[in-house]
């Protein structure tokens, strides 16, 4: 099959593109590199099915020859990325799914939305599952990401009843794994880079609000299976292992033999309390279950982190 990933340089991204090579389709992969980096995708540059186009998603896409999927992932994820880029992240996710649906459209292609964990806001319901309206602040500082992805669900779901577009949608759930940048803010990356360096893990707040956290290769299997699956109405995928992250920060010293302090910070705004995938729908759907422990997966995250220390020194 022929394949456009957008956000092809970030880390899911391309972790997605080593798949889809992997099982032998022909990769088209888009970013604008503003969060994502080539050295995630360089290795695969020399290979004739693969191409690679700089290109923010949020202005008009022109693409040559037939697209069977238009996989869209792009967008700032991390917390810090989505504060500082408020208007890019609102853009990529009303303008560039706009655009990236009409792509599709025009091309006869399938179209599958990364949606986020995020539309449930800070929930009011243990575990979140699909049918979960969410408690989003719209004016809070999280409202750009959490607000804009809410429109791309729904947008994506109006291509399909209105165009009768072939769509998919998931939700993902907080998401780690080799290449989640070292300075990118999200609690696994800090936690291990600090670990790594013998500085102080920042704990913001109690340390007591809990996620749930999946390994990047459960991710990108869930993914692959629902390209197979005709189900358009979101899905969420996640790992249901909720942990908090206090309990995060002491895996991770003992994972790295840290003797780092951990430094207590203020809670950013708006900050979720708990966070706990329901994963019924995509075990029944897709028979889908997370298979990688967190000591394995952080494991794997570890020793990708203390590469590119070697490699930077
Ligand atoms: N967090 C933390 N220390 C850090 C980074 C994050 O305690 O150095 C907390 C953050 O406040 C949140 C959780 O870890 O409660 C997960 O944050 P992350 O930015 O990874 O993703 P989120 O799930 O909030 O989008």
């Known amino acids: 099959m022929k394949i456009l990933i957008t956000g092809a340089a ?23 590199l503003v969060t994502g980096t080539m050295n995630n995708i360089s290795q695969h540059l ?13 202005n008009h896409i022109h693409i040559v020859g037939s ?24 853009k990529v996710n009303s303008l560039g799914t706009h655009n990236t649906l009409g792509l599709a459209l025009a091309k006869g292609a399938k179209y599958f939305l990364a949606s986020t964990s995020e539309v449930y806001g800070d929930p009011e319901q243990h575990p979140q599952k699909e049918s979960y309206w969410g408690n989003v602040n719209p004016v809070g500082p ?20 209105k165009h009768d577009l072939d769509t998919r949608i998931i939700r993902i759930f907080n ?7 070292a300075n990118d803010g999200r609690v696994v990356s800090n936690f291990i ?12 707040g109690s340390g007591e609000q809990t996620r749930s956290f999946q390994y990047v290769s459960d991710l990108v299997e869930g993914i692959v299976r629902l390209t197979g699956v005709k189900h358009h109405e979101p899905v969420n995928l996640g790992n249901p292992q909720e942990r908090t992250v206090l ?12 003797k780092s302090e951990i430094d207590f910070k203020p809670l950013p705004t708006d900050d979720p309390k708990r ?13 889908w279950t997370p298979e990688v422990e967190i000591r394995d997966g952080l494991v794997q995250t570890i020793a990708w982190y203390k590469e590119q220390l070697a490699v930077a020194k």
């Not at 970030?10 to 604008?32: C, K, P, Q, Y």
């Not at 998401?175 to 940048?181: D, I, Q």
């Open 10 to 32: 970030g880390f899911i991204g391309s972790h997605l593109v080593d798949r889809m090579l992997a099982d032998g389709h022909e990769v088209t992969a888009m970013d604008n």
């Open 46 to 58: 020399s290979s004739t099915r693969f191409q690679f186009i700089h290109h923010n998603v949020s």
């Open 67 to 90: 697209l069977d999927w238009v996989i869209h992932l792009a967008s700032p994820a991390s917390p810090i990325d989505y504060l500082d880029l408020p208007i890019e992240t609102l």
């Open 142 to 161: 999280r409202g750009v990401y959490d607000e804009s992805k809410r429109f791309a669900e729904a947008i994506t779901m109006a291509y399909h009843h």
């Open 175 to 181: 998401c780690y794994g080799p290449r989640l940048r």
């Open 193 to 204: 880079d600090q670990a790594l360096r013998g500085k102080p893990l920042t704990i913001y």
């Open 247 to 258: 309990e995060l920060a002491e895996l991770v010293k003992e994972l790295t033999g840290s």
């Open 275 to 287: 966070r706990l995938p329901d994963i019924t729908k995509a075990k029944t759907l897709l028979d």
